[in-house]
């Protein structure tokens, strides 16, 4: 199981779900930036990280080795949900679109300035994603398309790795009971194993220490953690060694979810939920 | 192959806890045998330890590759030891590369041969064999692109001078840019000028000589206003794994001299023809030992690197010296029998075997490479 290599014959999907409701206006925990900014940040750094794995030559384009969709999910002002794909390149089909088209059809490309050990390096930042936040939270409609994009991908590449889905939220579903959705979500398989559903819940202004990667639901104090444990799944051990690597002390069992995660956990949780680099052989 | 990984962080905590420990330790010792007062020696000592942990961590920088982002991504040295006998002592001229050489003799070379496989079997465009026409030893290579993909597109690298007895396997990270070039500028290489200690001058020399022959250019800015991922491609580089061997005359004795970076295998095949056995495994002996993160070279210019372990193996006229990529390695090294395959096999028939077993399921879909080459007698 969560062993297939990534390449043409059986490449990977990810989906990333992103809440779009109001709250995430608010500053994310430690900054003064609202939760949406730094959720398209760092999904558009994770895109290009994805690419980049992809980038074999200055001959080509970058190989379409991944599938990727980044949902959002909001609701409008009569309070319906708003359920829709965040990326649009030429090239997509439905809410999937290939590394290959991505790289090459960005929404624009921002030049940034980041410092280095040799001094300020210049670089160029692709954006696909752009910041959102409006009305409430449903996220069981999220899931819902989620599933229906994995079952089709899984029917299409039934050998490949299995989809994997990372919900970026801050606060509990408006439209039902998610845990049901996550279940359902997670009954789904491929050859190569379950679906992996990974759910990061991001903190405002709290002082609290993230929980990163359990492994034991009653260490959680809340309700709500605990629901969210029972949503993720368990880590692969590859990405256990990954969470790890990145300095968690993620024990055997360690599910894929961060509570109160604030700007680092974000940025390790994504690193951590889409380690399948080494699977690129 | 991915970019390199270093070993699990949990590993070094351990050995800085223990380090740590220790020190505590002679701390208590010197405060129960001498006058100084124990809080100064305690105050020393905690000071030792913070700057014994501030020193480790600076030289010690970690890589992580997990997708991107990481703090200080930066790559580090992390160099092998080998319990292997030792490479000649600097100062002392090497003993000679190569086998025996009857001047009168022609020269063996290695030229490609038009495989007769099964085409219904997988894509002829995706494997390429070389052999000797004209010599009587056995010697060959093999290399398969992964299913799916044309030979073109393989990043393993095979080289090999039958006549010298220098063979080289590399084994590109298929997730860095420039992999395939790299690869086969490490094995050309290697069999060209071999690094130290084959020859004078610095493991490091010969890296900085690699690097600069590589033909991939290193391009700081794209003028394709949509190759931004070329930019940033080019700017981390090509990450290859490396083995090498070179059979070495030192007086009368012929001994193979292994060079291995990374989990690309060298293997010692030593008896009568059809009933050799595994005399020596590197840098593995067990298909267990194959992780996801191997050690690898990267092709950027002043970029740190790991170090090689080199060991010296005593032949036997007629032993076959086989090089291969990590999944034939981890292949053969999970059923002792598939060494027979090598043993008496044609290529052709060999490749087949790879092509069918990796169909099945017995290897991951990965580019195979092997190279094997034997002695004279």
């Known amino acids: 199981?969560?062993?297939?290599?990534v390449d043409r014959a059986t490449p990977s999907c990810l989906i990333f779900l992103v809440d779009q409701s109001a709250s995430m206006y608010d500053p994310m925990a430690g900054t003064d930036t609202p939760k949406s900014v730094v959720v398209a940040e760092q999904l558009n750094s994770t895109v290009m990280e994805l690419i980049q794995r992809c980038s074999k030559s200055h001959t080509e384009p970058p190989r379409p080795y991944f599938a990727v969709s980044v949902i959002g999910y909001r609701t409008d002002q009569a309070a319906n949900a708003v359920i829709d794909?965040?990326?649009?390149v030429p090239g997509q089909q439905g809410d999937l679109a290939w590394t290959t088209d991505l790289a090459q059809h960005p929404l624009r490309i921002e030049e940034r300035t980041r410092q280095t050990s040799d001094g300020p390096l210049s670089y160029r930042m692709p954006i696909w994603v752009e910041p959102l936040n409006e009305g409430g939270t449903p996220m069981c409609a999220a899931m819902d398309r989620a599933g229906r994009i994995a079952h089709s991908w899984i029917q299409t590449y039934p050998q490949s790795f299995p989809p994997i889905v990372i919900n970026l939220t801050d606060g509990e579903s408006t439209d039902g009971d998610a845990a049901t959705w996550a279940e359902r979500l997670k009954q789904l398989s491929s050859d190569d194993g379950p679906l992996l559903m990974f759910n990061i819940m991001l903190a405002t202004g709290s002082v609290l220490a993230p929980a990163m990667f359990p492994n034991d639901v009653n260490q959680l104090g809340d309700r709500f953690a605990r629901q969210l444990f029972t949503m993720s799944s368990e880590l692969p051990e590859f990405m256990r060694a990954a969470a790890v690597r990145q300095g968690y002390q993620a024990e055997p069992g360690a599910r894929g979810m961060s509570m109160n995660a604030d700007f680092r956990a974000v940025v390790s949780f994504l690193n951590v939920g889409t380690s399948v680099g080494h699977l690129l052989r | 192959m991915t970019a390199a990984e270093p070993s699990a962080v949990s590993d070094d905590l351990i050995g800085r806890l223990v380090l740590s420990g220790v020190v505590a330790a002679i701390v208590g010792a010197v405060a129960a045998v001498s006058d100084v007062g124990f809080v100064w020696i305690a105050v020393a000592a905690a000071a030792a330890i913070a700057a014994f942990w501030l020193l480790d961590s600076a030289m010690s920088p970690r890589?992580?590759?997990?997708?991107?982002?990481?703090?200080?991504?930066?790559?580090?040295?992390?160099?092998?030891?080998?319990s292997e006998s030792l490479p000649p002592p600097r100062g002392v001229e090497p003993p000679k590369i190569g086998e025996p050489v009857d001047q009168n003799a022609t020269a063996p070379t290695l030229e490609k041969h038009i495989a007769t496989l099964d085409p219904a079997l997988f894509d002829p465009t995706s494997v390429e064999i070389k052999t000797n026409s004209q010599g009587k030893r056995r010697v060959f290579s093999i290399r398969i692109a992964k299913h799916g993909n044309t030979i073109d597109e393989c990043e393993d690298a095979?080289?090999?001078?039958?006549?010298?007895?220098?063979l080289a396997v590399a084994d590109g990270a298929s997730s860095s840019f420039g992999a395939v070039s790299w690869a086969d500028t490490l094995a050309k290489q290697f069999v060209s000028t071999p690094p130290k200690p084959l020859s004078v001058g610095s493991f490091s020399e010969w890296l900085g000589e690699a690097r600069v022959a590589t033909p991939e250019p290193v391009r700081?800015?794209?003028d394709d206003p949509n190759g931004w991922w070329s930019e940033q491609g080019a700017r981390q580089g090509a990450f290859s794994t490396v083995v090498g061997a070179a059979i070495m005359s030192d007086g009368g004795s012929r001994v193979a001299t292994v060079m291995c970076l990374g989990d690309s295998c060298a293997f010692v095949l030593t008896g009568p023809s059809g009933e050799r056995v595994v005399r020596r495994s590197l840098p593995y002996e067990d298909a267990e030992q194959f992780g996801s993160h191997p050690s690898l070279l990267g092709s950027m210019p002043d970029r740190q690197h790991d170090e090689p372990t080199w060991t010296t193996?005593?032949?036997s006229p007629g032993d076959l010296l086989v090089l291969a990529s990590d999944a034939v390695s981890e292949w053969l090294l999970g059923d002792p029998k598939r060494f027979q395959l090598l043993d008496g096999a044609e290529p052709d028939a060999i490749a087949t075997r790879l092509i069918a077993d990796r169909t099945d399921g017995k290897m991951v879909n990965d580019d195979l490479t092997v190279a094997v080459l034997e002695l004279a007698t």
């Open chain 1, 1 to 5: 199981m969560y062993t297939q290599r």
């Open chain 2, 220 to 222: 700081r800015e794209s």
């Open chain 1, 85 to 88: 794909t965040c990326i649009n």
């Open chain 2, 313 to 315: 193996i005593p032949t």
């Open chain 2, 63 to 82: 890589r992580d590759h997990s997708l991107g982002l990481a703090p200080g991504a930066s790559s580090g040295p992390l160099p092998q030891t080998t």
């Open chain 2, 158 to 166: 095979v080289a090999v001078d039958p006549r010298r007895g220098v």
